[in-house]
């Protein structure tokens, strides 16, 4: 792990393409910046946690009831021709 | 009953029964890496990514566009590399259904992405999750 230190408004830049800058520090809290292409995932560690612990409780042994979509039409009903 | 048949994309359209191999498994369950794609006939469009070791554990999952028709997950270009993905329609997208009791939740934030030709997956976590839920809420559970 590269370790530096930074004060408040200085900035990484990582890959070139992606800057991330101290934006203030507040006791133990800092905030954050990241500009990065849109296409670049950026995420707190906690949402790897939170989906594998997801996935641990959607593991199953059970498979007596799965959940009941409404079903969609697959055709646009027909309007009634009125007699002539 | 039906035999694993080689990945073809006819097979993944129409086959009840695919064998879908994740090489980095599933988040928290790295060390499972092979899977049995199947249909229990009368739930669909769910489907269960059964343990092909362990026949007794699955999970639940469903087409994400069958519960959300809007549903954009941007898969990051690593991920599509990873996957060998070209077009956007190489890619089927599955995402994991927790049952809790009569309330089920889909899982929007990391869906499974799989190579139709290859039958080889990911669980991915999109790059815009911070838009979709983790717990988005399905109706409620009938007996199958």
């Known amino acids: 792990m590269l370790i530096l230190s930074r004060k408040t408004n200085e900035c990484v830049v990582i890959d ?14 800092v905030k954050i910046g ?49 007699a002539a | 009953m039906i035999a694993a048949e080689s990945p073809t994309l006819a097979t993944m359209e129409v086959g009840r029964e695919n064998i879908v191999h994740l090489p980095l498994g599933l988040l928290g369950f790295e060390s ?9 006939p009368g739930q669909e469009p769910f489907r269960w990514l059964q343990v092909l070791n362990d026949p007794s554990l699955a999970f ?12 954009s997950p ?17 890619a089927l997208l599955y995402n994991i259904v927790t049952l809790r009791g009569s309330r089920a939740t889909v899982n929007l934030k990391g869906p499974i992405v799989v190579n139709r030709y290859t039958l080889r997956g990911k669980q991915v976590v999109i790059s815009n999750a ?9 109706p409620a559970a009938e007996e199958a």
């Open chain 2, 130 to 138: 911070a838009g979709y839920s983790l717990h988005h809420p399905l």
């Open chain 1, 34 to 82: 990241i500009e990065a292409p849109a296409d670049v995932p950026v995420h707190r560690l906690e949402i790897y946690e939170e989906i594998q612990r997801n996935n641990r409780e959607a593991l199953t042994n059970n498979r007596s009831t799965v959940p009941k979509l409404p079903l969609k039409p697959l055709v646009a009903a027909v309007p009634a021709v009125p």
């Open chain 2, 74 to 90: 941007l898969i990051s270009p690593e991920d599509t590399r990873i996957l060998g993905l070209v077009r956007p329609s190489d």
């Open chain 1, 16 to 29: 070139g393409r992606i800057t991330v800058k101290i934006v203030r520090v507040d006791g133990e809290v």
């Open chain 2, 32 to 40: 499972i890496k092979d899977y049995v794609l199947l249909t229990e």
């Open chain 2, 60 to 71: 639940l999952v469903v087409p994400p566009f069958d519960v959300m028709p809007e549903y």
